[in-house]
């Protein structure tokens, strides 16, 4: 079946340590996206990526790295440098090149202690 | 970043009301997207809008793209228990698939 895929599903990391977050898709999609969400908000753009080993930064970037070395994933790595990582982090895609849908992973939720 | 306000910010209904909600932003859009998100899951696509006056139905749902491309409603007609969710708008600008989201609105249904 083609769709979107997020792994782990729960993470815990120790304060300090990086850590990246999985997702892959086989829906031959160009556009790939990461987006934060806290309790009770709405989703906030990390970064997006409309082809291969190109990517931008969304609001708020800081304290956070992709790679887009292959169309099929877009690895999230929440780094050191991040204030406040503990979240609820989503994984979309869509066709790229104009206005389209986008679909998401299940979500990883990433617990720093 | 580009805001889009979305409200109400929670509703509470009786089973059998209909529900009504909307996105308003001061950029403008080519692309309305309305999802559902359940706890613990990603968003799920619900209705798609790609003209400025679109309606378009989805079962129980109605969407529309507003005509200054500025702004999108939702309604839900009939709600059921399953409809509980929290439901995010979403604008896709220009043709660079940045895209946006609301801040959700949080329906409950009570039997």
């Known amino acids: 079946d083609g769709g979107i895929t997020q792994s782990p599903k729960y993470l815990f990391r120790k304060e300090g340590q990086n850590v990246t977050l999985s997702c892959e898709q086989n829906?031959?999609?160009?556009?790939m996206y990461w987006y934060r969400q806290d309790p009770g908000q709405g989703l906030r753009l990390i970064y997006y990526?409309?082809?291969?080993?190109?990517?931008q930064k969304g609001d708020i970037a800081e304290g956070y790295s992709v790679s887009r070395e292959k169309k099929e994933s877009f690895p999230l790595t929440v780094t050191s440098a991040q204030k406040n990582p503990t979240a609820f982090y989503l994984c979309?895609?869509?066709?790229?090149?104009?206005?389209?849908?986008?679909?998401f992973g299940q979500g990883t939720r990433l617990t720093v202690v | 970043g580009q805001q889009l306000n979305q409200s109400p910010q929670s509703m509470f209904i009786q089973e059998g009301e209909d529900v009504s909600m909307n996105c308003t932003s001061s950029s403008i859009f080519n692309t309305w997207l309305w999802y559902k998100q359940e706890p613990g899951e990603g968003p799920v696509l619900l209705i798609a809008?790609?003209?400025?006056?679109e309606l378009t139905s989805n079962g129980r749902l109605t969407a529309q793209f507003g005509i200054t491309r500025k702004d999108s409603f939702l309604n839900i007609s009939a709600s059921i228990p399953s409809d509980v969710g929290i439901y995010f708008c979403a604008g896709q600008l220009s043709n660079n698939n940045d895209m946006r989201f609301g801040a959700g609105t949080r329906l409950t249904v009570k039997p």
């Open positions: 979309a895609s869509s066709i790229a090149g104009g206005p389209t849908e986008a679909f």
């Open positions: 829906l031959n999609h160009d556009a």
């Open positions: 990526s409309q082809i291969v080993n190109d990517f």
């Open positions: 809008l790609y003209k400025a006056g």
